[in-house]
């Protein structure tokens, strides 16, 4: 970033310098992008602040961490060490919504598989597996693939600003809050596996057994690895595989 560009945003940033009516414009102008760019980024945190406190506390961030170009994509990647910053223990943000760091991390995580080059989804590839050995294919994982570990339904979460004003919002955000009553009461973390189906961001919370499959998936294993990690049960190898594929989980078959 140029000096020009450095002495501009510092300008933007100070209340004392920003004098003239064509800064204050600046200024304004500047804090409405930032924070429109934060909206977009954050939507569920969004959400669960409200409009006024999510403008309040967005507007601590901007000041807290100043935009260093001019180029919005990655303005909130310091979301959570602010959220976790001295600049909020006095607020009682943290005690109020414990859950608001892992929802701010899987909403920045959401856009950045926006972001990401695409893997296409080849279906004819499955037909290897009719004839090649297993243990000389692997899968070709989905777009943004990979696991995830949280202490709150934060898979649950993620819908709630797309439900919110329908008829299924009440009961919807009811299953929300006996969800985050359970997540308190564990003393582990639970395991979720991210990914992108047709250009959308997706989640799915894992039990014990799927964890183990969806971990030899991210290290590339081979498809023989990974059938005998969903179990020895014929149909239940089945039944995850054409999840697996219809979710676009995973996207093609590999020969090695």
């Given at each position: 970033m140029s000096s020009y560009q450095a002495a501009l945003i510092d300008v933007i940033f100070s209340t004392e310098k920003a004098q003239s009516n064509a800064l204050k414009v600046y200024q304004n102008n500047y804090l409405e992008n930032?924070?429109?760019?934060?909206?977009?980024?954050?939507?569920?945190?969004?959400?669960?602040?409200?409009?006024?406190?999510?403008?309040?506390?967005?507007?601590?961030?901007?000041?807290?961490?100043?935009?260093s170009d001019f180029n919005w994509s990655y303005f909130g990647q310091h979301m959570n060490?602010?959220?976790?910053?001295?600049?909020?223990?006095?607020?009682?943000?943290?005690?109020?919504?414990?859950?608001?760091?892992?929802?701010?991390?899987?909403?920045?995580?959401f856009r950045m598989i926006e972001k990401m080059d695409d893997v296409p989804f080849q279906p004819s590839s499955f037909a290897l597996m009719q004839s090649h050995p297993p243990e000389n294919l692997s899968f070709e994982v989905a777009t943004g693939f990979g696991l995830i570990e949280a202490y709150f339904p934060v898979d649950l979460f993620i819908d709630l600003p797309t439900v919110s004003g329908t008829d299924q919002y009440p009961?919807?955000?009811?299953?929300?809050?006996?969800?985050?009553?359970?997540?308190?009461?564990?003393?582990?973390?639970?395991?979720?596996?991210?990914?992108?189906?047709?250009?959308?961001?997706?989640?799915?919370?894992?039990?014990?057994?799927?964890?183990?499959?969806?971990?030899?998936?991210?290290?590339?294993?081979?498809?023989?690895?990974?059938?005998?990690?969903?179990?020895?049960?014929?149909?239940?190898?089945?039944?995850?595989?054409?999840?697996?594929?219809?979710?676009?989980?995973?996207?093609?078959?590999?020969?090695?």
């Open positions: 930032a924070l429109n760019a934060l909206s977009i980024e954050f939507p569920t945190v969004k959400h669960l602040l409200g409009e006024d406190n999510f403008r309040g506390m967005m507007s601590q961030y901007i000041n807290t961490h100043p935009k060490d602010f959220l976790l910053s001295d600049a909020l223990s006095d607020s009682g943000v943290l005690e109020e919504m414990p859950f608001l760091v892992e929802v701010a991390s899987i909403d920045w995580q009961p919807y955000l009811e299953k929300v809050k006996k969800a985050i009553e359970s997540a308190i009461k564990l003393s582990q973390p639970r395991s979720f596996v991210v990914w992108r189906r047709e250009y959308q961001p997706c989640i799915q919370a894992l039990d014990e057994r799927q964890r183990q499959t969806y971990e030899r998936l991210a290290e590339n294993a081979s498809v023989q690895e990974v059938l005998e990690s969903v179990g020895s049960d014929a149909e239940a190898i089945s039944a995850w595989l054409q999840n697996a594929i219809q979710a676009q989980q995973i996207c093609a078959v590999v020969n090695e």
